[in-house]
T-cell receptor, first 111, second 113 residues
Framework: GENVEQHPSTLSVQEGDSAVIKCTYSDSASNYFPWYKQELGKRPQLIIDIRSNVGEKKDQRIAVTLNKTAKHFSLHITETQPEDSAVYFCAARAAGNKLTFGGGTRVLVKP | DAGITQSPRHKVTETGTPVTLRCHQTENHRYMYWYRQDPGHGLRLIHYSYGVKDTDKGEVSDGYSVSRSKTEDFLLTLESATSSQTSVYFC????????????FGSGTRLTVV
């Protein structure tokens, strides 16, 4: 089955700096890659996703890039703010299958 | 809210007792999933359902069973709870099989003592 590795497990950045989280996946058939944000004590919520026919997608301060050849994808957060502090999860879905999640990255934005 | 509720929100139970967690949705989505969340492991799939009476195992299904007798309800049962099942359990729903548009419930924090 699919295996998703996520790095780093924790990330501390200064407010205003950029944050980058990287994920690799194992199943070359995977074609959908969502990112979820989970604030303390809350449910995971979808913040951005990308499909395999697209190399990059941007939504305001967040962007996701996908390299299918290398089987990795990344989340970029620019101009970080304290409210960006949360745990972020990447996930991958192979055709006709379920989402497999990475282990999560705890992001702390220091004011 | 998000059209999906989990109950109870918190539960403490003793080792060896049966426990049932409930996921209820008002979105009429066909697909429902149970995940557990543990530090360092992310979200791991326990069981999922493609429709009424149509369920299948995920990657960590041992010790768990599920039932779905109605579209809106997906029950997760721990037949005989163990300390290793202490975790936060999340239910998710999706309008299609391929996982697009997962919506998660608020979670159930289960402690087995």
């Amino acid at each position: 089955g699919e295996n998703v590795e996520q790095h780093p497990s924790t990330l501390s950045v200064q407010e205003g700096d950029s944050a980058v989280i990287k994920c690799t996946y194992s199943d070359s058939a995977s074609n959908y890659f969502p990112w979820y944000k989970q604030e303390l004590g809350k449910r995971p919520q979808l913040i951005i996703d990308i499909r395999s026919n697209v190399g990059e997608k941007k939504d305001q301060r967040i962007a996701v890039t996908l390299n299918k050849t290398a089987k990795h994808f990344s989340l970029h957060i620019t101009e970080t703010q304290p409210e960006d502090s949360a745990v972020y999860f990447c996930a991958a879905r192979a055709a006709g299958n379920k989402l497999t999640f990475g282990g999560g990255t705890r992001v702390l934005v220091k004011p | 809210d998000a059209g999906i509720t989990q109950s109870p929100r918190h539960k403490v139970t003793e080792t060896g007792t049966p426990v049932t967690l409930r996921c209820h949705q008002t979105e009429n989505h066909r697909y429902m999933y149970w995940y557990r969340q543990d530090p360092g492991h992310g979200l791991r799939l326990i069981h999922y359902s493609y429709g009424v009476k149509d369920t299948d195992k995920g990657e960590v299904s041992d010790g768990y069973s599920v039932s779905r007798s109605k579209t809106e309800d997906f029950l997760l049962t721990l037949e005989s709870a163990t300390s290793s099942q202490t975790s936060v359990y999340f239910c998710a729903i999706s309008p299609d099989r391929d996982g697009y548009g997962y919506t998660f419930g608020s979670g159930t924090r289960l402690t087995v003592v």
